[in-house]
């Protein structure tokens, strides 16, 4: 039978076979076929297995070589703020130097510098800057992306966010899910009047976005200086009635509960969970709620508590990474620097972490059944990797080992 592509020979070929989410000592199975390979036709994998029996079945005009490299399935990152116009180096320096977040937010920094920039921008300005970005993801292996908006906090600027999103989704050769993240902050015209700003997000903002089909999911910034536990619930509680899937930005800072409160209302992830009581842990294993972890920030804001990941895993949790790509608290665009950042502050395997940003990622945006592994039937996102084995790759700090990226087959 004549296929579209053959990649064989691979050193290592990780099919991260899976028939849902990985918990675990099942993170750590990656599936790995020695000399294997993988057979496309269209933008899907028709077969995989060892060479030898990939090339008895199969042929093609199209063959890659991957002799001492490994094949896996493209990364999923299921958190990023990719949509905003100026970076905010300033501040990381600002950080170095000791200032605080409210600190540098008193001084006109933090998410409130980006939403003057935003609201100032033209959509055609936010659609440039942000293909560039995504662009540059998927250079470094990143196939599917969940991308918020948030920066804008007006409804304007918000759909106009939402539209830059759907615009670039178009134009690029990476899947886009896009969420609705008005609540994000309080911008500066209502810091003092919050309950009025809640009142447009409910009964403005959210009914727009869903006329418009412009976003699956709503997501909120519950932390005790933002929108608290009171303010979450019922933003939340709307959005829900009128058909948007739940994520949250939950006990980043403070065990206020977010945790809980994700596995109350029924919320498909909760992200960060830095500060993330046991109770909180055990709500989201008893409620399938995904969290999602976030090293990267933890990171770059020089903090030394992490997200408890092993413990999560002892517990039954499902974790998955993503990078938190934005211009304030996480300037990464690579799941393979969160990767390394995972195994060497979270003591995560080479394994589970890979886990974590492939198949774990995918369900974490319902798209397990697609993407996230190499299986026959899905859909063909393929990493080449310039390196010997999967372990090299938190090893090797860092720098980009992707030497191809296939997406849908091409």
Same mark, same amino acid.
């Given at each position: 039978m004549k296929v579209d592509l053959i990649i064989g020979n691979a050193n290592q070929l990780l099919t991260i076979k899976s028939e849902g989410l990985k918990f675990g000592i099942e993170m750590q199975n990656l599936g790995i076929i020695q000399d294997g390979a993988v057979a496309i036709l269209g933008e899907k994998i028709v077969d995989v297995g060892v060479t030898k029996k990939i090339l008895r079945k199969f042929y093609s005009?199209?063959?890659?070589?991957?002799?001492?490299?490994?094949?896996?399935?493209?990364?999923?990152?299921?958190h990023t703020h990719p949509i905003f116009v100026k970076t905010r180096e300033n501040e990381f320096e600002m950080r170095i130097m000791g200032k605080s977040y409210k600190e540098i937010s008193q001084s006109g920094g933090g998410i409130r510098s980006s939403v003057n920039d935003v609201r100032n921008a033209s959509k055609e300005e936010l659609v440039e800057l942000g293909l560039k970005r995504v662009n540059k993801m998927l250079e470094?292996?990143?196939?599917?992306?969940?991308?918020?908006?948030?920066?804008?906090?007006?409804?304007?600027?918000?759909?106009?966010?939402?539209?830059?999103?759907?615009?670039?989704?178009?134009?690029?050769?990476m899947d886009i899910i896009p969420t609705f993240l008005g609540a994000h902050e309080f911008p500066e015209e209502y810091k003092n009047n919050r309950e009025e700003y809640i009142k447009i997000l409910i009964d403005e903002m959210l009914p727009e976005v869903k006329k418009r089909n412009l976003a699956e999911y709503c997501d909120i910034f519950c932390e005790k200086h933002v929108f608290n536990i009171e303010q979450s619930k019922r933003i939340l509680t709307e959005a829900k009635k009128i058909g948007f899937k739940i994520r949250m930005h939950a006990d980043e800072l403070e065990p206020i509960g977010g945790a809980e409160l994700a596995a109350?209302?029924?919320?498909?992830?909760?992200?960060?969970l830095v500060a993330v009581s046991d109770n909180g842990i055990q709500k989201m294993k008893e409620a399938n709620v995904i969290p999602i972890l976030l090293p990267g920030t933890t990171f770059s804001l020089g903090l030394k508590k992490y997200t408890?990941?092993?413990?999560?895993?002892?517990?039954?949790?499902?974790?998955?990474?993503?990078?938190?790509?934005?211009?304030?608290? $996480?300037? $990464?665009d690579s799941m393979q620097t969160v990767i390394s950042i995972a195994c060497i502050e979270m003591g995560l395997l080479p394994s589970e972490a890979i886990t974590a940003s492939t198949i774990n990622a995918a369900y974490s945006l319902e798209l397990g059944d697609t993407i996230g592994s190499i299986e026959v039937g899905?859909?063909?996102?393929?990493?080449?990797?310039?390196?010997?084995?999967?372990?090299?790759?938190?090893?090797?700090?860092?720098?980009? $080992?992707?030497?191809?990226?296939?997406?849908?087959?091409?």
């Open positions: 005009e199209n063959i890659i070589d991957a002799t001492g490299k490994v094949v896996m399935p493209g990364f999923v990152d299921p470094q292996g990143t196939t599917t992306i969940e991308a918020k908006s948030g920066y804008g906090l007006s409804t304007e600027s918000e759909i106009k966010m939402l539209e830059a999103l759907s615009e670039i989704n178009r134009i690029t050769k109350e209302i029924g919320a498909v992830t909760a992200d960060h408890p990941a092993r413990k999560m895993i002892e517990t039954g949790l499902p974790i998955a990474l993503a990078t938190d790509f934005n211009p304030g608290s $996480c300037h $990464c899905k859909q063909a996102d393929i990493l080449i990797m310039d390196m010997p084995s999967y372990k090299y790759l938190p090893y090797h700090l860092g720098s980009n $080992c992707v030497e191809i990226v296939i997406k849908k087959g091409r």
